[in-house]
C-alpha cells in the first residue's frame, strides 16, 4: 500500500506561482513513475506532467508546457509541481499519482495506468 499526499494549492492571482509537492510512503519511491493530474468541475481528470523513475523523462500537457515544470527528489520520496505564469485555466483540484507495477523507464499519460492517488488539493487562479 502506498499513500500520496499533497500539498502546497491555495488560492493565486494570475501571472502568480505555487508550487505542489507530493510525499510518498513506500521503500521503493525510485522505482515508480509518478505523475500530476487535474479535474476542474464539470470536466474529466486530465494528465498535467509526467515523470520518470529517476527524474530525467518527463511530459507536459501542451496547455502547461514552459510554465510548469515536474521533477522528484527520491531521496526525500517527493514529487513536485512547480507552476508559473498561471491562468484562470490552470483553476482545479490538483492530484498525483504513482504508478508501482512494472513502471520500466518511462512515462505514463493515462489515469488508467496508475495504481495510486492522493486526496487531491486545490487551485485557484483569480484572475
Known amino acids: 500500500q502506498v499513500q500520496l499526499v499533497e500539498s502546497g494549492g491555495g488560492l493565486v492571482q494570475a501571472g502568480g506561482s505555487l508550487r505542489l509537492s507530493c510525499a510518498a510512503s513506500?521503500?521503493?519511491?525510485?522505482?515508480?513513475?509518478m505523475g500530476w493530474f487535474r479535474q476542474a468541475p464539470g470536466k474529466e481528470r486530465d494528465v498535467v506532467a509526467a515523470i520518470n523513475w529517476s527524474g530525467v523523462v518527463t511530459y507536459y500537457a501542451d496547455s502547461v508546457k514552459g510554465r510548469f515544470t515536474i521533477s522528484r527528489d527520491n531521496a526525500k520520496n517527493t514529487v513536485y509541481l512547480q507552476m508559473n505564469s498561471l491562468k484562470s485555466e490552470d483553476t482545479a483540484v490538483y492530484y498525483c499519482a504513482a504508478r508501482t507495477r512494472n513502471s520500466g523507464s518511462g512515462y505514463y499519460t493515462s489515469a488508467f495506468f496508475y495504481d495510486y492517488w492522493g486526496q487531491g488539493t486545490q487551485v485557484t487562479v483569480s484572475s
Open positions: 513506500g521503500r521503493t519511491f525510485s522505482s515508480y513513475a
